[in-house]
């Protein structure tokens, strides 16, 4: 017996060695791939933006300057956007390698999830790009991975690298902490046998940590962002407080916007916004051309402040016509009733001061073709992830899964993250659901590897 129990310990040993192998030879094909693909990587008007901060170390508030410090920071090494691609690559696949692993996968079934999640187009397309949304989103899926390795093997140097991972997750995207709060709080509940107390295990304890963590983790973020921002920014919240004030007046045919806007617009007449306003984006009430006149973006404070007090004078008196706004921006976003879907992926570099252009490889225009061909399809639609990723966390809810707070908590990030947008999206772009994305690929893998292990614990019996 005792050669018996050698010999299967010593098996599964063998096991854990090939799958870990196959996780890591996997992930690093990933990494390379996407590099090869993509080099230098992509830039939009807001990477453009967030590069020139990088080089100036002169950094506002419209992008969170933790994350143009830290490409700043890699510029001086390698210049222009492939080392936030490197960097970005890295984390993703990292995670992504992280998290199979420690589900217990088998060899070919953990490189096979691994490359199929990571190649998968609503994934791999916005690996492309230098956006804050991608860095979120690669570092939570790190972060993830992170977390479940230090809940499968009780690591305390995993989750603490977990909240690092966390922090700058939410340091680089302003709605950045609706993600974040439901994975802290998982990161809260595998800290409880890490550093086990005398009242460790109590729902009041988990609860106690689980918004220590979530208020250090905001004031660490907040804290950075603001120390490095430099004064008199614009802040970005008024776009969207305008975005509402226009919308409203649209709908009631009212003016109802504050003093100096309206000095702006140069007239008192309704209908001088209809040019202006697009339930797909809010940037053409700011900008980019001097057709017709546009509305400010403001850094003084008393215009923010009057800003403030025409919209709580005016929304709660006309919900409907908010609503009737607010739907409308969302459908858009979640490409409801659009022929085409709006801004699937970027694919080029935009015009910048430093002459950086993409140079087309045949792997890469192979691939972008590949992308184009399914850039209109379910895939780049939002509502079609927000229902997966429903589904999902509701069969979580109702299963008795070992993994169930995990896979609930992940799927709660996914699905608030986007439902937030209702009140708060400014744009169309599919890369406002990316986290979904990833946070129903996360909990779609919680969810197989514990149907499984049911299934070998009965094959066992």
């Given at each position: 017996m005792p050669a018996v129990a050698s010999g299967a310990r010593e098996e599964s040993i063998s096991k854990r060695e090939g799958t870990r192998l196959a996780c890591l030879l996997a992930a690093g094909l990933g990494i390379a791939f996407t590099v090869a693909c993509f080099f230098p990587g992509y830039m939009s008007r807001d990477s453009v933006s967030q590069l020139w901060q990088a080089r100036t170390m002169s950094f506002t508030d419209w992008h969170p300057p933790v994350m143009s410090l830290l490409w700043g920071l890699l510029d001086r090494v390698i210049p222009g956007p492939a080392s936030m691609l490197i960097l970005h690559s890295l984390m993703f696949w990292s995670g992504m390698g992280l998290f199979v692993y420690h589900l217990g996968y088998e060899r070919a079934s953990a490189s096979i999830a691994i490359l199929l999640i990571g190649l998968a187009p609503p994934v791999f397309a916005l690996l492309s790009t230098i956006w804050k949304d991608v860095g979120m989103g690669c570092s939570l899926v790190l972060a993830c991975g992170l977390l479940l390795r230090a809940d499968r093997r009780h690591s305390k140097t995993a989750w603490a690298l977990a909240i690092v991972f966390l922090w700058y997750g939410l340091a680089v995207r302003h709605n950045g902490i609706i993600a974040v709060v439901p994975l802290a709080i998982w990161a809260a509940l595998v800290s409880g046998p890490l550093w086990p107390g005398r009242n460790s295990d109590s729902r009041l304890s988990a609860a106690l940590r689980a918004c220590s963590l979530v208020v250090?983790?905001?004031?660490?973020?907040?804290?950075?962002?603001?120390?490095?921002?430099?004064?008199?920014?614009?802040?970005?919240?008024?776009?969207?407080?305008?975005?509402?004030?226009?919308?409203?007046?649209?709908?009631?045919?009212?003016?109802?916007?504050?003093?100096?806007?309206?000095?702006?617009?140069?007239?008192?007449?309704?209908?001088?916004?209809?040019?202006?306003?697009?339930?797909?984006?809010?940037?053409?009430?700011?900008?980019?051309?001097?057709?017709?006149?546009?509305?400010?973006?403001?850094?003084?404070?008393?215009?923010?402040?009057?800003?403030?007090?025409?919209?709580?004078?005016?929304?709660?008196?006309?919900?409907?016509?908010?609503?009737?706004?607010?739907?409308?921006?969302?459908?858009?976003?979640?490409?409801?009733?659009?022929?085409?879907?709006?801004?699937?992926?970027?694919?080029?570099?935009?015009?910048?001061?430093?002459?950086?252009?993409?140079?087309?490889?045949?792997?890469?225009?192979?691939?972008?073709?590949?992308?184009?061909?399914?850039?209109?399809?379910?895939?780049?639609?939002?509502?079609?992830?927000?229902?997966?990723?429903?589904?999902?966390?509701?069969?979580?809810?109702?299963?008795?899964?070992?993994?169930?707070?995990?896979?609930?908590l992940i799927g709660l990030s996914g699905l608030l993250y986007v439902a937030v947008n209702f009140f708060v999206g400014t744009t169309c772009d599919f890369r406002m659901h990316w986290w979904t994305v990833l946070a129903t690929f996360l909990v779609a893998l919680l969810l197989i590897a514990g149907w499984l292990d049911r299934v070998r614990a009965r094959a066992s019996l």
């Open positions: 250090l983790l905001l004031l660490a973020a907040q804290g950075a962002n603001r120390s490095l921002t430099k004064p008199g920014s614009p802040p970005p919240v008024q776009q969207i407080l305008v975005h509402d004030l226009v919308g409203v007046s649209l709908e009631t045919d009212r003016l109802d916007l504050p003093d100096y806007l309206v000095d702006a617009l140069g007239s008192r007449e309704v209908s001088a916004l209809r040019p202006l306003y697009s339930p797909n984006e809010v940037v053409p009430l700011f900008c980019c051309d001097t057709k017709i006149r546009r509305l400010p973006l403001v850094a003084e404070p008393d215009k923010l402040s009057r800003l403030w007090s025409k919209w709580r004078s005016t929304i709660p008196c006309y919900l409907g016509a908010y609503f009737r706004h607010r739907t409308r921006v969302f459908e858009s976003e979640m490409g409801i009733g659009r022929a085409m879907v709006c801004a699937p992926y970027w694919n080029r570099i935009e015009e910048n001061p430093w002459g950086l252009e993409f140079h087309a490889t045949p792997l890469n225009r192979q691939v972008m073709s590949i992308l184009s061909g399914v850039s209109n399809s379910l895939l780049f639609r939002g509502w079609f992830w927000v229902t997966l990723i429903g589904a999902v966390t509701i069969a979580f809810l109702l299963g008795s899964s070992p993994g169930r707070s995990s896979g609930v």
